[in-house]
């Protein structure tokens, strides 16, 4: 057992398991999508993308960019949510929430693809 | 270069031969359409209709090329149907002249030649990494092929016998093995194959012919000094000729060559097996020992090129031997028990002594005779040693049901030498130090059982390879090497899990001053530039490899710890004041 991967493997999980979380209920509907879930999903995924830096190993490589991609996703989604709710206090409208669920969906994906390589790499270590 | 030169030759030869039938048909439409335009049209709203060149033009489309779709804008007059007539004949009887000379193109044998030229230097151009050049695809350059291919090496293949490259291209090799039917002894086309590129390792001329080998043997040397030259020869004079073009020159006569390893069959019982099973004879069981006896006659049937270098072999293990051959030879010929002149048959063996005899080499160039001679033998003497030689490739089953003890096909002996040379150079130091002496049987023993070990059921094809040390092969362990020490038994351990041993072993290793140390310990140190005999699986070195080029499984297997991969990791373990986790 290695407890960089115990590590490494529970922090991009669970930022998988909120992301869907989050990501699950009607897209546009406001009551259906909770903000500090969303809260959640960002710092998680922040701590995976920091643990996952300085690996210089290809598959290292790889995952750092997933991670990125999700980050920059969730950004703007937690910048439009705020922007609706307390700078033009135009409320969080369906489209508004169709939206912020949508790059959130993004997120999920790439949160998706991190963990299907991580899978990949321990099996093909093991071999 | 070479390619652009031959693209432009095409070029000039298609357009050349199109030339007559373009003309033929751009004068024909465009006096058909100027007719057609002429000619008056039917008469509608009061008014003649004439056709307008774009009308004209389709309708001169799809009457030239026999399609018909009728008569448009409007149905025609009879002025315009008579000029149809016309250009009806002519457009398709130019057409079909037209498709008659693209089809004498296509068959034209300097243009498929100059395509097929074409073709094949992309091919070569396209291969990135060592590649080595066969010329001659008989029956040693196609064992050869094969072996390449199963070792993951690329080949460029030249033979002059236009079916011979179209079979190679039905062959289905792991890798690239670009064919081109030309004279090989040619310049221009060594060097369409690549001959100077700096990638380009060796040249191995196996044609039938000898002096087309001699010849380029030396254009290869010319053309590029630094290329291993291994060529097929049979004849001494020429040897010597081809041992002072200088650089490094293989000359490989596979009756030599099985005459060395029958004399180290007699020194070691293990040998002959363990040598089949190397280079990946499937039949050969491995803990099989054969020894041909050592002591005794050993009558020699047919007196030519394996006669000769057998006797020569047997006598220098302090053996006697009678000859019988239907050519007289020379009165000088020393060790010669009894020399019976005439054929070999029952009469002739008993005269050479076949009830007293220990062994038999049947080595005449007829394979009917030789597997003949190999039965009449042991209905006289049951216990006899048969050593037979195999002419040709397709009498394979006769020899395997004939059951002699050693069959010398020269094809196949020629093109495992080859491989041995190409793949592992080392072996040769690794096998002379088991013959230096007799009573290395017993290490020769633990090898075998070893290597058994590592690759598993005898019937596997084990991985005999070279490894280099060097940048472009283990690029994270000379890393390692500039200020640090590595074992030998640290890299062959598994990445997976570190308290098991892969299944590799190390035959020999040779450093880059040249000394060579046989059967090196888990201790050894490893040094840059050092080269590695690797004896094992194919799944064995794959990871040996992923070992020596990824830090963390390198550190792993050094240390049993993991190396902190993440920032965050690194300074955990800093703070820890721990190596690794």
Redesign the interface.
Same mark, same amino acid.
């Given at each position: 057992m290695?407890?960089?991967k115990v590590?490494?493997g529970f922090f991009i999980v669970l930022a998988m398991t909120l992301n869907f979380g989050f990501f699950l209920g009607e897209i546009s509907n406001p009551a259906h999508h909770n903000v500090n879930e969303l809260f959640a999903v960002v710092v998680v995924n922040f701590i995976a993308t *920091?643990?996952?830096?300085?690996?210089?190993?290809q598959v *290292?490589a790889v995952l750092l960019s997933t991670s990125l991609v999700a980050d920059l996703q969730l950004i703007v989604a937690v910048f439009y949510w705020t922007s609706a709710v307390h700078i033009n206090m135009a409320g969080l409208t369906p489209d508004v929430m169709t939206s912020i669920v949508a790059l959130s969906g993004g997120a999920l994906l790439a949160n998706v693809v991190s963990v299907v390589i991580l899978v990949v790499d321990t099996l093909m270590?093991?071999? | 270069m070479a390619a652009s030169v031959d693209l432009s030759r095409v070029t000039f030869i298609v357009l050349r031969e199109m030339r007559k039938p373009i003309l033929a048909i751009i004068i024909v439409y465009s006096l058909s359409i100027a007719g057609m335009i002429i000619m008056p049209g039917p008469v509608v709203n009061g008014e003649i209709q004439y056709l307008s060149i774009f009308h004209a033009f389709y309708f001169m489309t799809y009457t030239a090329t026999t399609t018909g779709f009728g008569e448009i804008p409007f149905p025609f007059s009879n002025a315009q149907r008579s000029w149809a007539i016309i250009c009806l004949y002519i457009s398709v009887i130019t057409w079909f002249y037209a498709i008659g000379s693209i089809i004498r193109l296509i068959q034209n044998p300097y243009l498929s030649k100059a395509l097929a030229a074409h073709e094949f230097s992309n091919k070569v151009e396209r291969i990135s990494g060592d590649f080595i050049i066969i010329c001659g695809f008989g029956d040693t350059g196609s064992v050869l092929a094969r072996g390449l291919s199963d070792a993951r090496l690329t080949a460029v293949v030249i033979d002059s016998n236009e079916e011979r490259i179209k079979a190679l291209k039905l062959r289905d090799y792991k890798v690239l093995m670009p064919g081109l039917f030309a004279d090989a002894s040619v310049p221009k086309h060594l060097i369409e194959a690549g001959i100077r590129r700096t990638d380009c390792k060796a040249i191995v001329s196996v044609t039938s012919n000898e002096e087309t080998n001699l010849k380029i043997s030396a254009l290869a040397r010319i053309l590029n000094p630094n290329i291993d030259v291994i060529t097929k020869s049979k004849v001494e004079i020429w040897e010597e000729t081809l041992a002072t073009i200088g650089g490094k020159v293989h000359i490989i006569d596979p009756f030599k060559t099985y005459a060395q390893l029958l004399a180290f069959s007699i020194v070691q019982r293990y040998f002959y097996s363990f040598n089949n099973w190397l280079v990946g004879d499937k039949s050969t069981e491995l803990e099989q020992p054969l020894s041909p006896p050592n002591q005794g006659l050993w009558i020699i049937c047919g007196f030519g090129r394996m006669g000769q270098e057998i006797k020569r072999a047997l006598n220098k293990q302090g053996l006697r031997t009678s000859i019988i051959d239907p050519q007289p030879i020379s009165p000088d010929e020393e060790n010669v028990e009894k020399f019976i002149l005439g054929l070999t048959t029952v009469r002739t063996l008993k005269l050479a002594g076949i009830e007293q005899a220990v062994g038999i080499v049947t080595g005449t160039d007829d394979d009917g005779q030789n597997v003949s001679i190999l039965l009449n033998a042991r209905s006289i003497n049951p216990n006899v040693f048969t050593v037979v030689r195999q002419n040709s490739h397709e009498n394979f089953a006769a020899f395997q049901a004939a059951r002699a003890d050693m069959v010398m096909q020269p094809s196949l002996v020629a093109a495992r030498r080859i491989m041995l040379l190409l793949k592992a150079p080392l072996l040769k130091p690794f096998f002379k130090y088991f013959l230096v002496h007799q009573d290395r049987d017993h290490e020769m023993n633990d090898v075998i059982s070893w290597v058994k070990t590592c690759v598993g059921d005898g019937n596997k094809v084990p991985l005999l390879t070279s490894f280099d040390i060097t940048d472009k092969n283990a690029k994270v362990l000379m890393r390692v090497l500039e200020n640090d020490s590595v074992q030998l038994g640290d890299l062959l351990k598994d990445p997976r899990d570190r308290t098991k041993p892969l299944d590799l072993v190390v035959l020999v290793v040779q450093s880059d001053e040249g000394k060579v140390i046989i059967l090196p310990g888990s201790d050894y140190w490893v040094k840059a530039g050092d080269q590695l005999l690797l004896c094992g699986t194919d799944l064995g070195y794959r990871l040996f490899l992923a070992t020596v080029n990824n830090e963390y499984k390198l550190y792993h297997v050094r240390t049993g710890l993991r190396q902190p991969r993440s920032f965050f990791m690194q300074w955990y373990v800093r703070k820890m004041g721990r190596e690794g986790l």
């Open positions: 290695n407890l960089e590590i490494f *920091g643990l996952k830096l300085g690996d210089r190993s *290292g270590s093991r071999l | -």
